[in-house]
C-alpha cells in the first residue's frame, strides 16, 4: 500500500526513547548493569496522518514529569514536510533486575532529569 506499517511506530518510539535516555546520560545498557530494567507498561498511539515508504521523519521525546516507579514519554512524529502525523504515549517501569519487583527510579537518573524539568515549569 505504500504506507508504513503501523507496528513499526513502536520500534521508532522505543529507538526514540533509548536515543533521548542516552543523551541525557542515562544508556540503558548502563541502567542493566546497575540491576535495574524498564519494561514498557502502557502504549499509546494516535495516527493523524500516514507516513510513507522511504519518510524521512522526526520524532520529538518528552519526557513531563519526574519518574517515580513509572516513567512517562511522550512523542510527538513529523513528517519531512514538518506535519505532526502521529502522538504517542509510553509508560515504563522500574523493576529490579534479580527479584523483578517494582522499585523506585534510581536518584541518579533524577538528578540528570532535574534541570530539564525544571526548565518546564
Given amino acids: 500500500m505504500g504506507y508504513l506499517y503501523y507496528g513499526y ?5 522505543e529507538q ?17 548493569e546497575l540491576g535495574y530494567l524498564l519494561p514498557v507498561r502502557d502504549l499509546h498511539i494516535k495516527f ?3 507516513a510513507f515508504y522511504d519518510d524521512v521523519v522526526r520524532i520529538k521525546t518528552m519526557i ?14 513529523y513528517n519531512a514536510k514538518g506535519e505532526l502525523i502521529n502522538t504517542a504515549d509510553t509508560t515504563l517501569v522500574y523493576l ?14 533524577k538528578e540528570l ?9
Fill in 16 to 32: 526514540a526513547r533509548v536515543e533521548t535516555m542516552r543523551s541525557l546520560g542515562i544508556p540503558y545498557k548502563r541502567m542493566e
Fill in 64 to 77: 513531563k514529569k519526574m519518574p517515580s516507579v513509572r516513567h512517562d514519554f511522550s512523542y510527538e512524529m
Fill in 96 to 109: 529490579d533486575k534479580e527479584s523483578r519487583k517494582p522499585v523506585q527510579c534510581p536518584e541518579f537518573v
Fill in 48 to 50: 493523524i496522518k500516514p
Fill in 9 to 13: 511506530y513502536s520500534f521508532y518510539y
Fill in 113 to 121: 532529569l532535574r534541570p530539564y524539568l525544571d526548565q518546564q515549569k
